[in-house]
């Protein structure tokens, strides 16, 4: 075996589910991030975590609200989902920038979302430059209709498995 850097090892543990982290702004708008790291971490009670940037407005928004989506978008959304990751929520309202029609719930999400895991936030612990949230699952829904959506190689190409 031979030492790689971290990026490279993300071109080779590919694909990597791609999801969107639904939070709420103080204007009561749905901010949507792109994220690529999560896990389950419990199925008693159901848990999952994923990480965000301390300096991104997703972060600021959790630790405040402590309710959030993590949807996994259908394939087709994959370029809206792809968008979501490319701009800051602070400067642009992504759903309506980029056209994601959104559930009407209570944190909205995309319609187009395979699976969608409504949660709330137990404990936001710092890593590093990040801040990896640990969410108790307090609903999960399902959508047969849509494919599952992933990030191949360097995270810059979305597609369903075949």
Known sequence: MKQITFDEALKQTAPHSVSLISSLTPEGNTNLAAVCWWTFLESEPPMIGF??????Y???LLKKSGKTVLSIPGESIADEAFKCGTASGRDVNKAEEYGVTLVDAPVK?????KVAFIC??????????CTFFICKIDDILYNERERHLYAWGDSNKLAALP
């Open 109 to 113: 999400y995309p319609v187009n979302s």
């Open 120 to 129: 709330s936030v137990v404990n936001p612990v710092p890593v590093g430059d």
């Open 51 to 56: 990480s965000m940037a301390n300096e991104s």
């Open 58 to 60: 997703t972060c600021e």
